[in-house]
């Protein structure tokens, strides 16, 4: 039970991340040159790794879900601090920081799915033998 809720929440996290960047590509990014096809490829990682880890059961969507956060939060550090291609930003909007917010959530969920009671408590609830 507790790995489909972490499943959940890390999907939820994964969407949440897409929808606010096609929400700020639609506002202003998609005229970026580099940002704007960056923030399309973000919002169909996000759904395409959300379908993922519900769907299959095996680490590597949890990984990608960490990959993903991490990807994402460093992109967006660098450009709150040395810019990230002609972006400079100040985490003054709300899609800031619900997009910190949906990325911190994929980095811990995914990562708790990964613990091995999680895994173990998956297996069984399968069927698996191990």
């Not at 993922?52 to 590597?60: D, E, N, T």
């Not at 460093?74 to 930003?89: N, P, R």
């Amino acid at each position: 039970m507790i790995g489909w809720i972490l499943r959940v929440l890390v999907a939820a996290g994964l969407l949440g991340s897409a929808w606010v960047h096609w929400v700020v590509w639609d506002d202003w990014a998609g005229d970026m040159a580099v940002v704007g096809p960056l923030f399309l490829v973000n919002v169909v990682a996000g759904v395409v790794i959300a379908v993922a880890v519900l769907v299959w059961r095996h680490p590597l969507p949890a990984l990608a879900a960490i990959a993903f956060g991490l990807a994402t939060l460093g992109a967006y550090v660098l450009s709150l601090t040395v810019g990230f291609f002609g972006v400079q930003e100040q985490f003054a909007t709300q899609e800031e920081l619900w997009g910190v917010i949906t990325e911190v959530a994929c980095v811990v969920f995914g990562a708790a799915l990964l613990l091995p009671g999680v895994r173990g408590a998956r297996r069984a609830s399968s069927g698996a033998v191990r």
